[in-house]
Each structure stands twice: as structure tokens, then as C-alpha cells.
């Protein structure tokens, strides 16, 4: 195993761990509810910078069938686990600036470091960029926290539930086209496939979070016609973009796949509607 490997599994299996350990001190349901809001914030802002604007690429060297789609592991690394876990703990234990500054300059440090190893390099980005953006990313964790453990209705309960089904719907959405290569999108934003799967795949999974929000929120509608509706909808959205040409599915499974995962996603949503509507 290269020292890149090590590098991202050992920040993984950390952020993991230290996961575990503020669900147990600070209980599951709430601490879990934070995570994925921030899981679904860092996936909105590593869409435009990262898949649009290709700010970074990193080399954990896991996958080696594709640069990009290894490049995605990394990232989810970092914005999936590593710096969600980080604003959950600042959240959830009421930590105070210090603790924004250290985690802040941690990271920063951390990203120095994988510069150094030359497992990750800038585009565009900037460490600066890190540094005055972090604090505003923690600052975000502890109003979301504030609201998390209050019953939510209205603006404020959609925009959470989106973040949460959005981290849902982001990562088992792009998880098959890396691992098993399944499908590859063909839009014309990039001319790496990879690249263009990447960015349309983001597209895709920002649009689709928001169908699922409000099908979840429509009351008047029959519980049992929202599992009928969805996955029809869905099955009509890969025909059409098949027919397009943009989506080309490469395994038999693939359509089958997305249709079960629209079913899932939905349940999944009035689930987080559910708890959020509660509090605490």
C-alpha cells in the first residue's frame, strides 16, 4: 500500500472514530442529523469548485482504473468525513473559538502536508482559501446545531432536509459509477469523461435531492402514490437523457439501480422530515 493510500485511510479511519465517539457522548439521533447537514453542505461547495471549476486534485491512489474517480476518493475523504466530523464535534460540544481556530489551522496543515507528499495539488485553490473558509463552514455547523434540536417547519426545514438527503443522494449516487464503472455522462462540459460524468453526476444529485424534498413535503398527496410516482419518474429522466445521449449505462443493473435507489432516497427523506419536525 503507497503512502498516499495510507494517508487518506488513516484520515478516514480517524474521522470515523472520532465520529463514534461524539455519538456516544452526545447521543446518535441529533449528532448523525449535523453530520449529514454538513456532509451536504461541503457536497454543494465541492460542486461548484471542485467538479465545475476544478479547484484541486487529490491521489489517495485506491482507485487506479481512473485518475478521477481516485480524485473523488480523496475528496470524499475530506468533505464526506474529515471536515464534517470536525464542525459536529465544534457543534454538538460547544466549542468556542479556539477550538475553530485549532481545527482551522489543523486542516490547513494537513493540506500543506499533503502538498508536500505531493498526494493532493492546487489548480486554482489556495491554502488561504482553507484558512478564511473553514471558520465561516464551523460557524455554519453551530447555527445548524441551534436549529437541529428545535421542532423545524417552513424555509429553514426544507433547506436542512436537502443538505441531509443531498449527502444521501450524492454518495450512493457516484459510489457505482467509481467503483464499477456502471454509467458516464456525456454533456460537453469537460472533454475528460470522468470529468463531464463528475460534473453532470453533481448536476444530477442537486436536482434530484430537491425533487425528493418536495414530493416528501407535498401532504395532500397519498403516501403509497409517492413510491409509485418516483421511481417512475425516475425510470422516465434515464430514458430520456439515454435517448439524449448524455446517459449511457454500461451494466444491465444500472437503470434498476437508480430506481431503487429513488425509492430508498424517498423513504430516506420523509424519514429525516420526520426526525427533524420532532427535535429534540
Known amino acids: 500500500m503507497s503512502i498516499n493510500s495510507l494517508c487518506y485511510l488513516g484520515l478516514s479511519l480517524l ?9 456516544y457522548k452526545k447521543g446518535i439521533r441529533n449528532s448523525l442529523l449535523l453530520f449529514l447537514a454538513m456532509v451536504g453542505l461541503g457536497y454543494v461547495i465541492e460542486a461548484i ?33 474529515a471536515l464534517p466530523v470536525s464542525a459536529t464535534f465544534i457543534a454538538v460540544f460547544h466549542k468556542n473559538w479556539r477550538w475553530i481556530i485549532f481545527f482551522t489551522g489543523l486542516f490547513t496543515g494537513i493540506e500543506w502536508l499533503f502538498l508536500e507528499l505531493h498526494i493532493y495539488s492546487h489548480h486554482w485553490w489556495k491554502l488561504g482559501y482553507t484558512l478564511l473558509g ?18 423545524l417547519q417552513g424555509t429553514l ?9 443531498g449527502s444521501f443522494s450524492g454518495t450512493f449516487q457516484i459510489i457505482p459509477i467509481m467503483l464499477f464503472s456502471s454509467r458516464y455522462y456525456q454533456f460537453g462540459w469537460w472533454a475528460n469523461q470522468s470529468m463531464d460524468t463528475n460534473a453532470f453526476g453533481a448536476s444530477f444529485y442537486l436536482c434530484d435531492s430537491l425533487f425528493y424534498v418536495v414530493v416528501a413535503e407535498l401532504s395532500f398527496f397519498p403516501r403509497w402514490l409517492k413510491y409509485v410516482i418516483v421511481p417512475l419518474c425516475m425510470y422516465a429522466v434515464t430514458n430520456i437523457l439515454s435517448k439524449l445521449g448524455i446517459l449511457h449505462s454500461l451494466v ?17 427523506t420523509e424519514s429525516m422530515s420526520k426526525r427533524l419536525e420532532k427535535g429534540k
Not at 50 to 71: A, C, E, Q, V, W
Not at 157 to 165: G, M, T
Request: with cysteine.
Open 252 to 268: 444491465w443493473w444500472d437503470p434498476w439501480y437508480f430506481i431503487i435507489l429513488s425509492i430508498t432516497t424517498i423513504w430516506f
Open 15 to 23: 474521522s470515523i472514530i472520532f465520529m463514534i465517539y461524539i455519538c
Open 157 to 165: 426545514h426544507s433547506l436542512l432536509l436537502y443538505l441531509i438527503v
Open 134 to 151: 473553514l471558520p465561516f463552514y464551523y460557524l455554519t455547523a453551530k447555527f445548524l446545531f441551534k436549529k437541529i434540536i428545535l421542532p
Open 49 to 81: 469548485i471542485y467538479n465545475f471549476l476544478g479547484s484541486y486534485i487529490y491521489y489517495p491512489k485506491i482507485l487506479r482504473h481512473d485518475r478521477i474517480y481516485d480524485s473523488n476518493i480523496g475528496a470524499m475523504a475530506s468533505n464526506a468525513l
